[in-house]
């Protein structure tokens, strides 16, 4: 169990290392949780502060899944040996827990930070590389037909464990306990996109809902 705490540890405090603030310090002290939504993601970096530094932002949070899905669980360390009676598996899926929920509640800015999609894109590069073309066309998909990248985010991510239920079980079970856990997470994390769409006041990106446009350019020209 030592050897388990440790790594989680470690998973957990590299995904607290949030992109947007990093990119925000070599942008000269820009910390865009005082800007837009508030929320230290990539969707709000790039409203707020342009393609460049949001594509920083989400290159760093992929990477910190990536490594607390693919490295963390690897490491020797002398004062936490491997415990063989620890699976590997669900080893290793606990570090990619801890890496999102990092990104999420980052201990070293006050428990303030993103909504986890990249870093969780991140893990899944580790734990299921397919199913990260998948995931990100149905998130586009959504987000083409709804304008809403936070309703995209979370229909994406609940996706995932459905298609794994459907062409991977039993044999994939604890991927599938992991994705249906994160799915749930994600929509709890999307709170406030789901309060904000009720109340009408979600920022809506209509210029990528081309069905809609194209509606409406035929409704002008009859």
């Not at 932002?57 to 040996?81: C, M, Q, T, Y």
């Not at 079980?169 to 749930?184: H, K, R, S, T, W």
Request: hydrophobic share 50%; charged share 15%.
């Amino acid at each position: 169990m030592l050897e388990l705490g440790v790594k989680f540890l470690i998973s957990y405090f590299i995904g607290s290392l949030m992109g947007a603030l990093i990119m925000g310090k070599l942008r000269g002290g820009v910390d865009i949780r005082e800007m837009g939504s508030g929320n230290a993601g990539g969707t709000n970096a790039l409203r707020t502060q342009g393609f460049a530094f949001a594509l920083g932002v989400v290159i760093i949070d992929i990477g910190k899944g990536f490594i607390g899905a693919g490295i963390v669980p690897g490491l020797e360390i002398p004062f936490a040996p491997a415990d063989p009676e620890i699976s590997r598996t669900w080893l290793t899926l606990s570090c990619a827990m801890a890496a999102v929920f990092g990104h999420v509640w980052p201990v070293y800015h006050q428990f303030q930070g993103g909504k986890g999609a990249a870093t969780l894109i991140g893990t899944f590069i580790v734990l299921g590389p397919e199913l990260i073309l998948p995931m990100v066309l149905v998130w586009a998909w959504v987000l083409v037909l709804t304008g809403y990248v936070g309703l995209s985010t979370m229909i994406a991510a609940s996706s995932v464990p459905v298609w794994i239920g459907f062409t991977r079980l039993p044999e994939d079970q604890p991927l599938f306990i992991y994705c249906v856990g994160m799915a749930v997470f994600v929509v709890l994390w999307h709170r406030s996109n789901i309060q904000r769409m009720r109340a009408g006041n979600e920022h809506r990106n209509t210029r990528l809902m081309i069905f809609s446009r194209k509606r409406q350019q035929e409704d002008e020209q009859a």
